[in-house]
């Protein structure tokens, strides 16, 4: 029987007009059709931790429970990212990202009118995979649609758009739950979503070059999933307003043994998901350690602080408003850097900087009024630490991962960054409801002093290797 044509359709690319594909500019379009995927993946990251406190009021639920609109996106996110990349690379690029934006605006719908926190968790988790199918192919996307020679400029307008959407997620966030409501803050995105679509549709290319079929590991994916899931849902639970330890240790002990169950199966999986011979290379585990550190430091205070507003008596506006000055200085780093910067300060130069700038500013934050708009500065500062640590470092992993492996590599650095954002969200969560609160004892900010400790020491390893490098 053959296919319907409406649905080969829905499984064919469409080609761009032919007026477009003839002018020189065209892959300039297809990179800001890219950018909206960029932007919103950046906004939607940092705007829904304004969410938290109503969304305990509307649902009465506690700061664990609440926790999971954030962490339900950030595991289906790092579970798909590798797989849904191997997808799109055999059955087009421009389709899986197209879907994605239909997938990622439908479920944004349908968090805003969710009846309840699991509907909302759960559709946050279909949310999730629309992001992936996003995420898994904007770099692919933007490199075979640039020219040439301006390809490292196109990244860099990726980067801004990401930065963008980073920056403004506070602000928006602490906005929108102030007026409109906490459903808002999804809604959002259908507008952009909507715009998105269309836009890709005529601005993106075919994908002209597609990988042959590799195999799977769908065995590999459900452990990462399984032990990633279990580890964050044991640090929830453990953050509740009782300790049920055994459930804890139950959960610890289940993501334990899906951790190891992983490890064995990349390495007798024909197509695993993670090259481990890449995780003994030094500079590879020392950056990826890296990554997972910096994004826990970015994130950890888009929890601690609103929760610290709500607690004070403020408003999300407020704390949003305040909140900005970190994705801000970060998004003013990663952009502006190159510009700004000496000319001959190296990666590692940046790296070092970075890591050294974000212990001043954690140092600078624990001094400071705990509630107050004087937050302003050293969240600031962090941010510009953090945004030029975090390219210099994931630069330096990448050259470090031979060639052959580049793709790998980059879902390595995608996997710590998101996990390092789950964890950011997780541990913070955890310290502010079994510590004294914040900022006096510092329970919340001791999380963050040691994911800082990391970072400087990652940073004393990119300083080290220069020294002893030829």
Not at 42 to 58: C, E, F, H, K, M
Not at 197 to 212: D, E, K, M
Not at 391 to 396: E, G, I, K, T
Not at 444 to 464: D, F, I, N, R
Request: charged share 10%; glycine share 12%.
């Amino acid at each position: 029987m053959s296919t319907p044509g409406w649905l080969t359709a829905l499984g064919t690319e469409r080609a761009r007009p032919a007026w477009l594909r003839a002018w020189p500019h065209a892959g300039w379009l297809a990179v800001g059709a890219v950018c909206f995927g960029a932007f919103m993946g950046q906004l939607d990251a940092s705007i829904v931790t304004l969410t938290y406190q109503p969304l305990r009021g509307a649902f009465t639920a506690s700061l664990a429970e609440v926790q999971w609109v954030s962490l339900a996106y950030l595991l289906g996110l790092t579970a798909l990212l590798i797989p849904i990349g191997r997808l799109a690379d055999r059955h087009g690029r421009k389709l899986t990202y197209l879907y994605g934006f239909v997938v990622f605006t439908a479920a944004s719908a349908a968090c805003g009118l969710a009846p309840s926190l699991g509907w909302l968790v759960a559709f946050r988790v279909v949310q999730a995979v629309g992001a992936a199918m996003l995420q898994a192919n904007s770099v692919a996307l933007v490199t075979t649609s640039a020219p040439g020679n301006q390809m490292r400029t196109a990244l860099g307008v990726q980067a801004a758009a990401q930065a963008l959407g980073l920056a403004l997620g506070p602000t928006v966030g602490g906005l929108l739950v102030s007026t409109l409501g906490w459903r808002w803050v999804f809604g959002i995105n259908i507008p952009v979503g909507v715009l998105a679509v269309i836009a890709g549709v005529y601005l993106l290319p075919r994908t002209h070059h597609r990988a042959a079929a590799t195999g799977s590991d769908l065995t590999g994916t459900l452990l990462l999933a399984a032990a990633s899931t279990s580890l964050l849902l044991g640090i929830s639970v453990a953050s509740g307003p009782r300790l049920p330890s055994s459930e804890v240790i139950v959960l610890l002990a289940v993501a334990g043994a899906a951790a190891v169950g992983f490890v064995a199966r990349q390495r007798r999986a024909s197509a695993p998901l993670v090259d481990l011979g890449l995780l003994a290379h030094r500079d590879i585990a020392a950056g990826l350690v890296g990554a997972l550190s910096g994004y826990l430091v970015l994130f950890g205070p888009l929890v601690l602080i609103p929760v610290a507003f709500a607690d004070a008596g403020l408003s999300q506006l407020r704390a949003g408003l305040v909140l900005t000055a970190l994705p801000a200085g970060f998004a003013l780093a990663a952009t502006v850097a190159d510009r700004l910067l000496p000319s001959g300060w190296s990666e590692r130069t940046r790296a070092v900087v970075g890591s050294s700038m974000s212990l001043l500013a954690l140092v600078w934050l624990l001094e400071v009024p705990p509630v107050s708009g004087w937050l302003l500065a050293p969240l600031g500062l962090l941010g510009v630490a953090l945004g030029l640590f975090t390219p210099a470092n994931n630069a330096l992993v990448m050259a470090a991962i031979p060639g052959q492996s580049a793709a790998t590599g980059g879902g390595l650095v995608n996997m710590a960054r998101s996990l390092g954002t789950a964890l950011g969200v997780a541990v913070v969560t955890l310290a502010l409801n079994t510590g004294a609160g914040w900022p006096r004892p510092s329970t919340g900010l001791a999380v963050l002093v040691l994911a800082v400790v990391s970072l400087v020491t990652v940073g004393s390893a990119w300083a080290q290797r220069g020294a002893d490098a030829p």
